[in-house]
C-alpha cells in the first residue's frame, strides 16, 4: 500500500524567512512524487514533480530514497506563497493514479 | 494551459434524489480521469478512475452503484450519485490526465454537493 504523510498541518512563517514543507511517503517500488498547490478559491495546480528537477516560484524539493521523503523547501518565503499544500505520489502502472497526503496550510506573514 | 472545468460548482438537494456532476476537459482530450472526494479539511480521497469507453474502476470501499461514472466522450466524464443521503455531502474534485508525454493531471474546481 502507499501512503504520503505531511506531518504539519498549519505551518507559519514570517515574508523573507525559509519555509520548508515536510512530505514522507510509503511505497514498495520507485515512485514519482509531486507537489500540489491550492490558492484560495482557486484548484489545484501542479507546483513541481521530482522528475523534472525544476525550480518553480523558488520553490524546490529533493526525493530522499534513504529517508523516504519529499520535502518542498523555498529559502525566502513571500506573502503569496501563502496556500494549501499537497505532497501526492504515483505509483504503479496506473498513471496519474495519485495519493495524496493531509495537506498543509502556509501561511506567510508580512 | 489545459483546462478541466465541472459543472455544477454547488449543488443542494433533498435526500434520496440523485445528482449528476460533470468533468470537461475544455481544450484538450482526456482517456483518462480521476474522481476525488475532499471532507472539510482533509485530504483528497481517490474515488474512482474513468476511462473513456469503459466501465469505471473503483477505489476500495467506494460503492459502484451508488457512485455512477460515465465517461462517454474523451472530453467528457460524469458523476451521479444515486440516492442521496447527508453523509454524501461533499466537496468532489475530478482531474483529467493529459495525452502529452509529461502525463500532468488537471484539475477541475471542485464541485460542493449538500444533501438536506
Known amino acids: 500500500a502507499q501512503r504520503v504523510t505531511q506531518p504539519e498541518k498549519l505551518l507559519s512563517v514570517f515574508k523573507g524567512a525559509p519555509v520548508e514543507l515536510k512530505c514522507n511517503y510509503s511505497y514498495s517500488g520507485s515512485p514519482e512524487l509531486f507537489w500540489y498547490v491550492q490558492y484560495s478559491r482557486q484548484r489545484l495546480q501542479l507546483l513541481l514533480r521530482?522528475?523534472s528537477r525544476e525550480s518553480i516560484k523558488g520553490f524546490t524539493a529533493d526525493l530522499n530514497k534513504g529517508e523516504t521523503s519529499f520535502h518542498l523547501k523555498k529559502p525566502f518565503a513571500q506573502e503569496e506563497d501563502s496556500a494549501m499544500y499537497y505532497c501526492a505520489l504515483a505509483g504503479g502502472t496506473s498513471y496519474g493514479k495519485l495519493t495524496f497526503g493531509q495537506g498543509t496550510i502556509l501561511t506567510v506573514h508580512p | 494551459g489545459a483546462v478541466v472545468s465541472q459543472h455544477p460548482s454547488w449543488v443542494i438537494c433533498k435526500s434520496g434524489t440523485s445528482v449528476k456532476i460533470e468533468c470537461r476537459s475544455l481544450?484538450?482530450?482526456?482517456?483518462?480521469m480521476f474522481w476525488y472526494r475532499q471532507f472539510p479539511k482533509q485530504s483528497l480521497m481517490l474515488m474512482a478512475t474513468?476511462?473513456?469507453?469503459?466501465?469505471?474502476?473503483?477505489e476500495q470501499g467506494v460503492e459502484k452503484d451508488k457512485f455512477l461514472i460515465n465517461h462517454a466522450s474523451l472530453t467528457l466524464s460524469t458523476l451521479t450519485v444515486t440516492s442521496a443521503h447527508p453523509e454524501d455531502s461533499s466537496f468532489y474534485i475530478c482531474?483529467?490526465?493529459?495525452?502529452?508525454?509529461?502525463?500532468?493531471?488537471?484539475f477541475g474546481e471542485g464541485s460542493r454537493l449538500t444533501v438536506l
Open positions: 521530482h522528475i
Open positions: 481544450d484538450f482530450q482526456a482517456t483518462t
Open positions: 474513468s476511462n473513456e469507453g469503459s466501465k469505471a474502476t473503483y
Open positions: 482531474s483529467a490526465l493529459g495525452l502529452a508525454a509529461t502525463g500532468e493531471l488537471f
